[in-house]
Structure formats: structure tokens, C-alpha cells
């Protein structure tokens, strides 16, 4: 089936919706809690283990939840629907650690906000990845998806960018920087909220399922035996690891390596013009290479461009622009095709034991990058406490060079160590484009054959 401009780019909206609330925790949280609340790194490290942790088991509760439900508005669209808001008032939340509190009651604070954060992000993300899967079986039309909903991160980091990294710079205290965050996540409610609604309105479920409702059993049964939806988690764990690894570093990079807040705008610029730039080509790359060929290499992009920016002086921030870009490149084509990859799953499920279970596979992925989110944003802030990061910085004072190269090791050598793993891993894969079309047309016969009305017997 082919998909309306309409209902892609409501797909679209969605993950940028998403991302006005992850984006800003992953760029800029723990940011926030080390120069603003005035947390130490290690504890966050900490925080970031323990509570990512809790949210990967919270998509697999949210996935259950999810393969349970029915309604007559659909499966997926109600989450959107009605989680939205409550997601970003979460947001808005998590950012405003009272100031007059103890340091003790301010990382309890941290730790429950953060926790609740992540459980409705789970009720809502999950329903809303799994959406692909039930909007067409078609690989070009999924690959288009994945497309949209990689431009619409893309344009929400964009947008965020714009807004926050200037008042960073222009902040004297940090009540201002407070001030900022504070203003930002309010106005997020509402744009994010209408990015929601265009979701659940332009978008629809339209992939025949004969079993609307599946049980615990049938769910096991079907990821117990769903070969290519491992193989991909491990390879998206490694991937992911190097990923959030960089989310928390890119703001300090700007801030202490190239030595201006502002370098956040052109390092997101630079990241968003070759998303853009190369989203119109990726239903292509994908028809001529296939999503396993490109997704298998893509890495190397990653690889070269992160130790690239290892070595670059912070003397030269032109020079390390153009690793970005490069970098940029490939977690670009990784990102999406990893979703496109993992609909895929879900016909591989569904041939496999005829039970179809996008809740459950969703989550499974969904569980393994909040696992990765966990050990990267994690090692992001234990590599600041073992530099020996200095949080608020006397006047006139520098970080230690220690800090420096924990900062551009987070930054380029830990996604390109991470990416060379993930693609070992991949080799395995066993989902070709011609083995998926073969596998989706038995499935639609299967269906037919039972969807098919059943003749009365004739009376002699």
C-alpha cells in the first residue's frame, strides 16, 4: 500500500514530538545537573545507569501493555493521543530540581522525576515505533517512514538548538541557565502537543492482523524464535552505546574543547544539513543496496569520522566540523534504517508462529536502546569524574587536560570503537530484500486462506 504525503509526514511529527523531550535530556541534562543543580558527574553516572535501566523495563511493560489493547480508535494511535502531555509536563519537570533543597533531597528529586519521565515516555514511544509496522508492509514505503521520522528528530534538535544553545552562552548565573531550561520545556508542551495531534490524526492502521489481541505465551513464542530481531538488537547496542555516548558530550565539546557555547548550533547545523541532505536519497540507496548491505557498512563512516575528531585540535573548529559531518553521515544512515530494519522484524515474527506482535518487538528494540542510553549517557558522565571535570569552574580557571580528552574520547573514539563492534555483530543477519518480499507474500496467503469465508453446504 502506498502511503499519502500526508500520513508520512504525520509520522514525521511524531518523533520530532518525541524528541523535544528526549533530545533536550540527552543533550542537555546532564548539563543541567552538574553546572546548574550543582550535582556531582559521578552521581549522575550513577542516576543515568540505574534509572535508564528502569526505563528499558519499562518499554517491555509498555509493549505488553500495548499487544493487550484494541480500541475503535486502533491499537497504537490512543497512546499518542493521550500521553502526550503528560510526557512533556514530565519534561518540564525534570528541570526544575528546587534549588533550596539538600543535595541529598535534589538527586532523590532527580532520580523520581527522571524515573517517571522515562515510564510515560515508554507509553508513548512504543505505541508510536510500533505504528510503522501497522501502517504498511510495503519496504519502500516503511524505508519512507523511517526517513520521516529520522528528519523529524532531526528538525526538533534543530529547533531546540536554536533556542537554548544562545541563551547558554548569554546566561551570567545560574539562575538564568535555570530560567532557560525552565522556558524551554513549557514552550515544548505546546509545540510538542500539536506534533502529537497531527500524528494520531493524519496517520492509520491499515496492516490486516487476524488476531487483534495477543496473549503472554504468543508473545514469548514469537520472540524466542525471531532470529534477524536479535541479531539487530545486538548490533543497535553497540551502535547506541557510541550514540548517547556523544549526546551528552557535544555540549561540552562546544563549551571547553572549541571553546564557545555557540559551536552547539553549527555542531547540530552541520549534523541536521547532512540529515536533510541525505534523507531524500535513502528510499533510493535502500532499492539499490538493500537495508542490510547499507546498514552493514554505513559504520565506517562513524568509525573515520570519530577518530578524526579525536586528533583535531579544538585550535581548529572548521576541521572538526567536517568530521561531524562525516560522523554525522552514518548515524544518520544507521538511525534510520535501524527502524526500517526493525518493522521488518515484525513480518519475520509474524511468518514465523503467524502471531503479529509489533507491541512486543517494538519493545524488545525499544528495551535495548534504553539499555544503551543507560551505559552511554552513563560512561559520558563517569569519563567526566575520571578526567577530573571541575563543575563550576572559578573565574578565569580552565578544566584539566584530563577532562579535555575525556570529553573528545566521548565525543569520537567511543562510537568509533562501538560502531566497528556493531558491525561484526550484523554480519549475521539473515533478512534480504528478496528473502523479506518471499516471507511477506506467504504471510498474506495465510491470511487470505483463513480470512476467507467458508461455503455453506449445498442441500441435495
Known amino acids: 500500500m502506498k502511503l499519502s504525503v500526508r500520513s508520512i509526514l504525520g509520522y514525521g511529527a511524531g518523533d520530532a514530538a518525541n524528541n523535544l ?6 543533550t542537555f541534562l546532564l548539563l543541567y545537573y552538574t553546572d546548574v543543580v550543582g550535582l556531582p558527574a559521578a552521581a549522575i553516572g550513577t542516576m543515568f545507569l540505574v534509572v535508564r535501566l528502569w526505563d528499558a523495563f519499562a518499554d517491555l511493560f509498555a509493549g505488553r501493555v ?14 499518542i493521543l493521550f500521553g502526550a502531555v503528560p510526557l512533556l509536563v514530565m519534561s518540564v519537570l525534570t528541570f526544575a530540581v528546587p534549588s533550596g533543597w539538600s543535595g541529598g533531597a535534589q538527586l532523590l528529586y532527580a532520580y523520581l522525576t527522571y524515573a517517571v519521565l522515562g515510564l510515560v515516555y515508554s507509553l508513548v ?16 514505503e516503511r524505508a519512507k517512514l523511517a526517513t520521516a521520522r529520522g528528519l523529524g528528530a532531526a528538525a526538533a534538535g534543530l529547533l531546540l538548538t536554536f533556542i537554548i544553545a544562545p541563551q547558554i552562552q548569554a546566561a551570567e548565573s545560574t539562575d538564568q541557565l535555570q530560567s532557560v531550561f525552565l522556558r524551554t520545556t513549557v514552550l515544548f508542551v505546546v509545540i510538542g ?11 492509520r492502521e491499515t496492516v490486516v492482523r487476524v488476531q487483534p489481541r495477543v496473549t503472554v505465551r504468543e508473545t514469548f ?22 550514540l548517547f555516548a556523544v549526546g551528552g558530550a557535544t555540549a561540552y565539546y562546544a563549551i571547553y574543547v572549541l571553546g564557545d557555547a555557540r559551536y552547539i548550533i553549527w555542531m547540530t547545523l552541520v549534523t541536521v544539513a547532512v540529515q536533510f541532505a541525505t534523507a531524500p536519497f535513502i528510499p533510493r540507496l535502500v532499492a539499490r543496496f538493500g537495508k542490510k548491505n547499507l546498514y552493514q557498512y554505513c559504520g565506517l563512516f562513524t568509525v573515520a569520522g570519530g577518530v578524526a575528531l579525536f586528533f583535531t585540535p579544538g585550535s581548529l573548529p572548521v576541521l572538526a566540523l567536517v568530521f561531524v559531518a562525516v ?3 552514518g548515524v544518520q544512515l544507521i538511525n534510520t534504517l535501524m527502524f526500517a530494519l526493525e518493522a521488518d522484524t515484525v513480518e519475520y515474527g509474524e511468518w514465523k508462529t503467524g502471531q503479529r506482535t509489533e507491541g512486543a518487538t517494538y519493545a524488545i528494540f525499544s528495551f535495548t536502546r534504553k539499555i544503551t542510553q543507560s551505559i552511554g549517557g552513563a560512561l559520558g558522565a ?3 569524574a575520571v578526567g577530573g571535570y571541575v563543575g563550576t569552574l572559578a573565574p578565569g580557571a580552565v578544566q584539566p587536560d584530563s577532562a579535555i580528552i575525556a570529553i573528545k574520547a566521548s565525543l569520537g573514539l567511543v562510537p568509533a570503537v562501538a560502531a566497528v563492534l556493531a558491525m561484526l ?24 486462506s483463513l480470512l476467507a469465508p467458508v461455503p455453506l453446504p449445498v442441500s441435495v
Open 425 to 448: 555483530v550484523f554480519i549475521r543477519y539473515p533478512l534480504t530484500e528478496q528473502r523479506y518480499r518471499a516471507m511477506v507474500a506467504e504471510t498474506e496467503q495465510r491470511k487470505q
Open 382 to 384: 563517569f569519563a567526566l
Open 193 to 203: 502537543g500539536g506534533l502529537y495531534f497531527l500524528t494520531y490524526k493524519w496517520c
Open 125 to 140: 514511544n512504543v505505541p508510536y515505533g510500533s505504528l510503522a509496522s501497522a501502517m504498511t508492509q510495503v519496504a519502500g
Open 221 to 242: 513464542a514469537t520472540l524466542r524464535t525471531n532470529k534477524p530481531l536479535g541479531i539487530l538488537c545486538g548490533s543497535s547496542f553497540f551502535y547506541l552505546i557510541g
Open 327 to 329: 560522523k554525522g553521515f
Open 66 to 79: 500495548v499487544d493487550r489493547t484494541m480500541t475503535r480508535r486502533g491499537k497504537f494511535r490512543p497512546f
Open 21 to 26: 523531550a528526549f533530545t533536550l535530556g540527552t
